[in-house]
């Protein structure tokens, strides 16, 4: 049986060259975020997120939630990938990080397509539950703090609608989710929800191994 290739810095630089279109925008705000303490740990990738503005415009959802916004990258490429009518809900404990993204999505015109709330992200999801009502988003990114992954997920598969989209970064997590010596809190967490969306049947799963895991999970209808 083949396997899969172990992606060396030449082939990732191959990959690049033909698969990335990149643009200034989107450059100077990883730069940005390159420069502050853990910045490049943190941020999504570059291709990552040009996989989320293309399931963004496959899954045709027009109202995304984001748990997790950091300095907004991963905010900046699903905007631009919504409708002009679209909306965007992404939630972060501080308005420090996402006031350096603010400036792009102006940039980008995109800001009024954004809606920050900063605050706890279960607070905030159970605000948007009372607000909206079940089933009130098309699309769901969750790439927040990683102990409390499954409480997350839980919540807010509750506020995706049946047939849309819900996506977690980091379900690898460096590599430490197959280490048994590792048993920090925030490993501990992504494998309680990787094993959880493996026994989940509400869901269709698929762990994809690029960056440091993607796990996309489709609502059954």
């Not at 999504?44 to 748990?67: D, F, N, P, S, Y």
């Not at 603010?102 to 905030?124: C, F, M, N, P, S």
């Not at 977690?168 to 010596?181: I, Q, S």
């Not at 925030?186 to 494998?191: I, K, N, W, Y």
Request: proline share 5%.
């Amino acid at each position: 049986m083949a396997q899969q290739v172990t992606p060396t810095q030449e082939l990732l630089d191959y990959v690049r060259a033909t698969s990335l279109r990149d643009d200034p925008l989107l450059a100077a705000l990883r730069a940005e975020t390159a420069e502050l303490p853990a910045g490049e740990a943190m941020q999504v990738m570059a291709e990552e997120g040009q996989l989320l503005a293309l399931l963004v415009k496959l899954t045709g959802a027009r109202r995304i939630l984001e748990i997790g916004t950091f300095t907004g990258y991963s905010t900046l490429c699903m905007a631009r990938a919504l409708p002009a009518d679209g909306e965007l809900v992404t939630c972060d404990i501080t308005d420090r990080w996402p006031a350096i993204g603010a400036g792009y999505w102006e940039q980008a015109k995109v800001a009024d397509r954004i809606e920050l709330r900063i605050g706890d992200a279960v607070g905030t999801l159970a605000a948007l539950a009372a607000e909206r009502g079940p089933e009130s988003f098309d699309f769901v990114f969750v790439d927040a703090d990683k102990a409390n992954y499954r409480r997350y997920y839980e919540d807010s598969l509750a506020l995706l609608r049946p047939g849309g989209l819900l996506v977690v970064d980091n379900t690898l997590f460096f590599g430490r989710v197959a280490d048994p010596a590792a048993q920090d809190p925030d490993t501990a967490g992504v494998r309680e929800l990787n094993a959880a969306l493996h026994a989940d049947d509400r869901v269709e799963i698929s762990l994809l191994t690029v960056a440091d895991g993607i796990t996309l999970a489709r609502k059954k209808p």
